[in-house]
């Protein structure tokens, strides 16, 4: 892994929002490089939504936005279901045909085609470090990711 002791190449900070679950809903990231100081913020919309797909939306185009596949990323989230997915769950839902085990049985597993993209993803990205902020706490970046998904999903 390319971690140096300075940190992470590029930081990725992420949020998802929705008016109602489901409703519409906005996602947005931020892209800090720290060596050289750019910053690059997007967010987008959908009309029918929930806070989860927002939330896996807003990590999908934060990875998509990076244009080297070796770089040493922190995605910085406050989604445990981001976190948790990616960290621990995606295995199991790989081996198990992108199904989840529900009181015993094997399930549909929701939201499986961002799963399935955010899979493709990390492997792409194979030097990632997911890191669970607290949403809604007075992290700058995580209150300006919820700003921009909020406004996104509001200005429609």
Not at 41 to 65: D, K, W
Not at 112 to 129: G, I, N, S, T
């Amino acid at each position: 892994m390319p971690e140096s002791s300075s940190g992470p190449e590029v930081l990725l900070f992420t949020d998802g929002a929705c008016g109602g679950n489901p409703g519409p809903g906005g996602w947005a990231y931020i892209l800090k490089h720290p060596k050289s100081g750019t910053v690059k913020e997007n967010s987008g919309f959908e009309a029918e939504t929930t806070n989860n797909r927002m939330e896996l939306m807003a990590v999908i185009q934060g990875l998509t936005a990076l244009t080297r596949p070796d770089v040493f990323v922190e995605v910085l989230t406050d989604s445990e279901y981001v976190r948790k997915g990616l960290e621990e769950w995606m295995a199991g839902w790989k081996k198990n045909g992108w199904k989840r085990k529900e009181k015993g049985k094997l399930a549909p597993l929701k939201n499986d085609d961002l799963w399935k993209q955010l899979d493709v993803l990390k492997a792409q990205h194979p030097h990632m470090k997911l890191t669970r902020v607290a949403g809604h706490s007075g992290h700058p970046e995580n209150d300006r990711c919820d700003e921009l998904a909020v406004a996104a999903y509001r200005e429609r």
